[in-house]
């Protein structure tokens, strides 16, 4: 008989990280239940939520504070992505498209990160800024949100429960430079909003307080995320079961996700 065990988590209990961790420990348990037990961890949610109310407090939380201050500063006076539709009829309505990209083109970026000393996620990133960049020629100054695994604490990389943050990466990609030349550029920005990617997004938008409007996201309108999950097991036959909700959160929102070699 074949049976079909179906995971339905809320966002706010889980994350991608905490769901590859699900489907590994619930492999195991299902290829040999008297001898597979679950992973004993003993940090729990709970001394995650500790450890993050006292980290606020200490002086490594303000000095990444003050970076963002900095970082976001001067502001232009409309920083989102331009858009051709009216105000009058936007709405939620969105869609969904997927594309698997070729073994052959992964090769050749992966042997382009290799030979410029990149990883993925910062090709990825800066070929869509490149790509907005091209819809935004006045000012070339983007704000691309990006969700980071918050998983710098090594205590609690097999912990349940939802880590991940936002982070604004600021960009200004100048197009009459050559390809490498651009990624130069943009590389010490991204490094410097990863070293800071501890702060939580609500904070960051307290301490900037940039200008809000009721029919736009605070600070970006378009997003990013490169996601790798931990390697499954070979013969885990677990799948993140693609779901349209035919809503949008963004204008754009662009996923790239890897799973071993897929």
Known sequence: DAHILLFNL???ISDGWSNSLISRDSSLLYANPEAAAPRNNKFQYVDYVKWEQQWLKSE???KQLEFWK???ADLPEDYHFPRDISGQNE???GGRVSRQVPP???TKVGEFCKKYQLTPFRFYMNCFALLLSDYDRESHDIIIGTPIANRNQRQFQNTYGLFINSIPIRLKPDTGKSFREMFSDSESRINDCIDNQEVPFTEIIAAVNPQRKLNENTLFSV???YQYFPQKNKDDEHMLLPIDYHITKFDINLWI???GDE
């Open 257 to 259: 996700e890897v799973a």
């Open 223 to 225: 997003h990013f995320a």
């Open 70 to 72: 900095a970082y976001l």
């Open 60 to 62: 490594k939380y303000h």
């Open 91 to 93: 709405g939620f309505e």
């Open 10 to 12: 809320h966002h706010i």
């Open 104 to 106: 052959e083109l992964r």
